[in-house]
């Protein structure tokens, strides 16, 4: 078992420094500071991922440290996803992979199998070979043409696939936050479902006790003021009704012609004249019972039989007179 200690200058002796540190020595360093996962930056948490309207999607700028080895990205990056089955469903995965005998860490779009109910990838953790944090789950489903946010898993909070740097000397689990949430998630979920699909069973029995209440209250009342009406009324009603049969009984349009007849002869007199009035030569005329004049030389005193002729009160003739007197011959009238 060796002891290992690190930085000081090197002596050279022959060419070679005595105290030189590799790229191995300097990582283990770095991960005393570091856990291993994706930086939870100013901006957020690294490597966001956003969706187009097609079979893309866009990963942000970030910082990650894995498998002794520091990234940094510092401009989006764009994967273009392999079109999807007609009937069969793929998950695809977006991965920081480190592979080490190429020396290279960088972002990778590891596609899926295709399956009636797919899985992801598997996460590839190789002692000294290829090393991945995967980042996301993308479902691909059967005929889809672009990606959307609900196909999407974000797994960088999940500590056995991904997490999240912490500093100094221990590090934050976050897969038990990740499950805890998920599940949350998942309770909030049936217990609300529960909750709103209670709520509106009970929602619907109060409006069908409130409209059964409404029905047997307004529809008795009803009932009750018909009867009541029908009741009161029936007998004029029928006494009219009848009245109205006998004049259109035979030939109706007849007897309507005569009934209307009648009344124009009670109303209007041989004279001419209509309810006791008149315009002769341009001058509105009454009949005084024994002969005609003019409004204006109607003597005062007549007898209430008059007026009822004229269809109208004293008071309302003294105001006719009046205003007949105030317009004058400006009155224009058609002649019946």
Request: with cysteine; glycine share 6%; charged share 25%.
């Amino acid at each position: 078992m060796a002891e290992h200690y690190m930085p000081f200058n090197s002596v050279i002796t022959d060419g070679i420094p005595d105290r030189a540190i590799d790229a191995d020595k300097f990582g283990i360093y770095i991960s005393s500071f570091f856990s291993e996962g994706v930086f939870n930056l100013k901006s957020g948490l690294s490597f966001n991922l956003s969706t187009r309207d097609d079979m893309s999607v866009v990963i942000g700028t970030g910082k990650a440290h894995l498998k002794e080895k520091f990234y940094y990205s510092d401009s989006p990056l764009k994967f273009i996803l392999a079109p999807a089955d007609g009937v069969l469903n793929r998950i695809d995965t977006i991965v920081l992979r480190m592979d080490k005998d190429n020396r290279t860490v960088g972002l990778k779009q590891v596609k899926g199998t295709f399956a009636v109910n797919p899985t992801a990838p598997d996460v590839i953790r190789q002692e000294n070979g290829i090393y991945d944090l995967q980042l996301y789950r993308i479902r691909v489903n059967a005929g889809a043409i672009k990606i959307e946010q609900k196909d999407i898993t974000d797994t960088r909070l999940n500590n056995s696939v991904c997490g999240v740097v912490a500093m100094a000397v221990d590090h934050i689990d976050t897969t038990t936050l990740y499950n805890q949430i998920q599940a949350d998630l998942m309770h909030f979920k049936k217990d609300t479902q529960t909750d709103y699909d209670t709520w509106t069973e009970e929602k619907k029995q109060i409006w069908l006790t409130w409209l059964s209440s409404f029905k047997e209250a307004y529809i008795d009342a009803f009932e009750e003021w018909y009867r009541k009406f029908k009741a009161e009324n029936e007998t004029d009603f029928n006494e009219w009704f009848a009245g109205a049969k006998y004049i259109l009984d035979g030939n109706q349009a007849g007897n309507l012609y005569n009934f209307v007849d009648v009344h124009k002869k009670e109303r209007i007199n041989a004279n001419g004249g209509v309810h006791g009035l008149r315009l002769k030569d341009n001058k509105l005329q009454v009949n005084t019972g024994t002969g005609w004049a003019s409004l204006m030389e109607v003597p005062t005193g007549m007898d209430a039989d008059y007026f009822s002729r004229l269809c109208m009160t004293a008071a309302q003739f003294n105001a006719l007179q009046w205003t007949v007197n105030a317009f004058n011959n400006n009155i224009m009238t058609e002649e019946i």
